[in-house]
């Protein structure tokens, strides 16, 4: 096994959030499940962009988000993802560089515009989002650098594009020059609506090709069509080495073998706004595993990780991150 | 004269802001005067944009930020301003359509880019302003609307137009057109290096054709040629309707006639960035204009909308300037 070249590479959607802050009847009148992520297509987007009042825009992408959470933590990232040349393209990539994430995929010429999501943020903090994947979903086989891949410590992988079978195809060449080069790869379930889409498939990878699980409570549930956590935990156990399993405000369960670690979420002086809580849990969990700490000290990272960005609008907070990093004690 | 159809219609820059917290070397490595606003090509943009961190999107333009906020505040509004049909011009129309601002004037689908201007807030949350003006200083006579200048009881000029030729004949016709319909004219001084760029034409404007006058200290000082506060007071006494003269964390001067009412700035429990504090104080103020108060509750309603603004990032706080004009007492 070579050197590592970056500590985790991502593979995942180039996405710009559109932020509004939304009372519930917006999202019955738009037909979105609350807390979920509903694929609309551009005139779809279009429709409930409409209906929201101002907003606030911010890069996105869920396994964006981790890895640029990486990048300000201090590790060595990349990014593989799709945009087009436009103006949410250019925000895309300004800000993913902007923590230190080498990411060297051209901007797409032809084709649909640059991911966005319509993040709709109530008044309890939930958010609600609807995303057009746009030129994002195209990302194929051929844009996986192999090189990248096989020179990164961690692969990462984000659920959403599961939707996408181009990017699912992208997501097993990755996988595959990951493990041939000996690397660990890191799957996020991302949304249990998803999982549902896509169960065979998530169970088929799950098993076979996935060393460190990301999931909360109901992905996990779905995953394994049971109602019973402790019995998705058992299955969960025997099928991947590591599974992070979020609970919400009762922390997360971090499972390896015979392992079961409850770590305790932080308190929370202000919940703001609970987008990106999953994406900076395994962030901050990913960091802990780069620098090799105890998974103990992986899961108090991705709790750390998670209450920061729920105290702030959007799902990047390279700045609240780092001062948070910089005082926490692991001891 | 006709009856009213807007409470205040605006003329002036349709601009996306985009944010970045900064260190002061920042400022001086891009040669940028602190605290001030320095315009910008598409090339200098870009180059400073690369040399920031994370960035957040809103929509901004000094002009919109005031209408925007008449808008939220109950006020009949409209706005004149320019954008191309781009992602940018998108989030601009859709943010002051938002507020309930009437907004009609179709998307240039040639020449520049919309407009965009690169925010940079300091630790001491003072901002600094990089503006690309885009399409958005194409803005000319012919744009203007007629029927939509002469229904509305007050008519709102940015000052930062004023170096573009174009946009300075957009607003003389503006301006009487208002005049033959018996309006009142409203103009902001924007920028203390702006004034000094023009001083002449601002001089000639001010005396000539406006009713209502918005400065901060140092932009009157310009204006005036003058170091003496009282004296730049008694200058502008002879030449406008009212003034209002806001002093940062000392408040504001109203001025008229003989008049001098001294208002106090509210308290800040935590000061964020005080992006948009002279657009947002303007709000206010011609909120209770519009509404028929006395000048000293013009003045209060000013101070209160500024205060708002400078306790979160960026210049659009509908929701925040709604919550606090709900529960204040005017008395």
Redesign the interface.
């Known amino acids: 096994m070579s050197n590592v070249t970056h500590d985790v590479i991502g593979v995942g959607a180039a996405i710009v959030d559109i932020i509004a ?1 939304v009372d519930d009847a917006v999202l019955d009148e738009q037909g979105l499940s609350k807390g979920a992520m509903t694929l609309v297509d551009e005139a779809g987007s279009a429709a409930i ?2 209906a ?8 996105g992408g869920s396994g964006a988000n981790t890895i ?1 959470a990486l990048g300000a933590l201090g590790r060595s990232t990349a990014f593989i993802g799709k945009r087009r040349d ?3 393209g250019d ?1 895309f990539a ?2 993913i560089r ?2 230190g994430t080498a990411f060297d995929v051209p901007a797409a010429t032809t084709g649909e ?1 640059t991911a966005r999501c319509l993040v709709m943020v109530t008044p309890d903090a939930e958010r609600t989002m609807a995303t057009y994947l746009g030129v994002s979903g195209d990302l194929g086989p051929d844009d996986i650098n192999a090189d990248a891949v096989s020179g990164a410590g961690i692969l990462y992988l984000e659920g959403y594009l599961w939707d996408k079978p181009d990017a699912k195809d992208a997501f097993r060449r990755a996988s595959e020059i990951a493990h041939g080069a000996g690397r660990k790869v890191a799957l996020s379930l991302s949304d249990a609506f998803c999982v549902d889409r896509h169960r065979e498939s998530f169970r088929e990878i799950v098993a076979g090709e996935i060393d460190i699980l990301f999931a909360n409570e109901s992905e996990l549930l779905s995953l394994y069509e049971t109602e019973d956590f402790d019995a998705a935990i058992e299955a969960v156990a025997k099928e991947v080495a590591i599974a992070a399993v979020t609970r919400g405000p009762d922390g997360a369960v971090i499972v390896s073998g015979d392992e079961r670690i409850a770590v305790p979420a932080q308190p929370v002086a202000a919940l703001v706004d609970t987008t990106g809580a999953g994406d900076l849990f395994a962030a901050g969990f990913l960091n802990g595993i780069a620098t090799g700490q105890p998974l103990a000290t992986c899961g108090a990272m991705g709790c750390a990780a998670a209450n920061v960005v729920i105290q702030i609008l ?1 799902a ?1 907070c ?2 609240a991150l780092k001062a948070k990093f910089a005082i926490e004690d692991w001891g």
């Open positions: 802050r962009y409409d929201l009042g101002e907003t606030t825009e911010r890069s640029a436009d103006e949410f925000i300004h800000d902007a923590t515009a959007g990047r390279t700045d």
